[in-house]
């Protein structure tokens, strides 16, 4: 019998059997607690920074046009996300429609300025998330999820007894309510937020909400303290932790350095993914918004690169 107690052999056991924490919480009954906890946050809404205040228990409808139920654009196995959520099989996402930040350059300006898609109850989501399980994705990729949080969860207490046991991807914004957040913490596996513009006047032109820096900068500090740095398992898929997204956009690299330095002074392991797909779409046109009606240059990109690699940032 080979008895193998090498701290390798252990190490690779305990991957293998990974447990999303999430499957803890519902056998301890604090995962009920924590729905009802996001479910009173819909009343009057504070579920984000926009704070709206609308009754959503009631289906009435804010800044992110979504009411009681979610709205889902798409859902299916996406092979064009990071490598460490793609795999082999695909990243299971599910595209929720609606979004508390509708930024004018939105690539997905269908669906996260509007309410378009299929509404689904818990037991519709559930099975769907399920779904995605079956076909062998490597996770559950929640895109654009903030608006929908209390949902999320209503459908998640009804797929984990089914046998789903997936990690958890919160794909967002970076517009995020720190409160809302730690009602997520020991639920969501991997954070994945955008982190956009650090000049309040960029993200007032392009986001409408001037705050957005210093709520993006609370959002990532209380993700990186649920989830710390990102943690793959022996195929490089990721487990756990925080991997911030920025995407380069033309004549702000001034924003690419601050954000950079701020993940590096928020831990020297941060993943970040320097982004150059920008490209003016949604409501970009050279009268309302001159700076950023153009891709980036191959330069531009360049220099994002260097900054993050003279900050060793992986």
């Not at 950023?292 to 191959?298: E, K, L």
Request: charged letters at 25%; glycine letters at 8%; hydrophobic letters at 40%.
């Amino acid at each position: 019998m080979n008895d193998d107690t090498s701290p390798a052999a252990a190490a690779a056991h305990n991957r293998s059997r990974w447990e999303p924490g999430y499957v803890r919480l519902l056998h301890r009954g604090e995962l009920a607690q924590r729905i009802e906890a996001a479910r009173q946050r819909l009343t009057p809404c504070r579920l984000c920074s926009r704070r709206c205040g609308v009754d959503r228990l009631n289906d009435e409808r804010g800044f992110c046009l979504i009411g009681r139920q979610p709205v889902v654009s798409s859902a299916f196995p996406h092979h064009g996300e990071e490598d460490c959520l793609r795999g082999t099989q695909g990243s299971g996402t599910i595209f929720f429609s609606g979004c508390n930040l509708q930024c004018v350059f939105c690539q997905n300006f269908d669906i996260s300025h509007t309410a378009r898609g299929a509404l689904m109850d818990p037991p519709s989501l559930a099975e769907l998330m399920l779904r995605l399980q079956g076909l062998g994705c490597h996770n559950i990729n929640l895109v654009t999820p903030t608006h929908v949080t209390p949902q999320i969860l209503e459908a998640l207490v009804l797929a984990v007894p089914e046998g789903l046991r997936l990690p958890l991807v919160y794909n967002c914004g970076g517009y995020e309510d720190v409160e809302t957040l730690r009602l997520l913490e020991g639920i969501i596996d991997i954070y994945m937020p955008d982190f956009k513009f650090w000049d309040p006047e960029k993200a007032r032109l392009y986001l409408n909400a001037s705050d957005y820096p210093e709520i993006a900068r609370r959002a990532v500090r209380e993700m990186h303290r649920q989830v710390g740095d990102l943690v793959m398992d022996e195929k490089g898929l990721a487990r756990r932790g925080l991997l911030v997204r920025h995407l380069v956009m033309p004549g702000c690299l001034d924003d690419t350095r601050a954000i950079l330095q701020f993940l590096r002074e928020l831990s020297p392991g941060t993943a970040v993914n320097v982004m150059a797909q920008y490209r003016p779409a949604g409501m970009v046109d050279s009268r309302r918004h001159p700076q950023i009606n153009r891709g980036i240059t191959h330069r531009e990109y360049l220099d994002a690169l260097d900054a993050a690699a003279g900050l060793r940032l992986v």
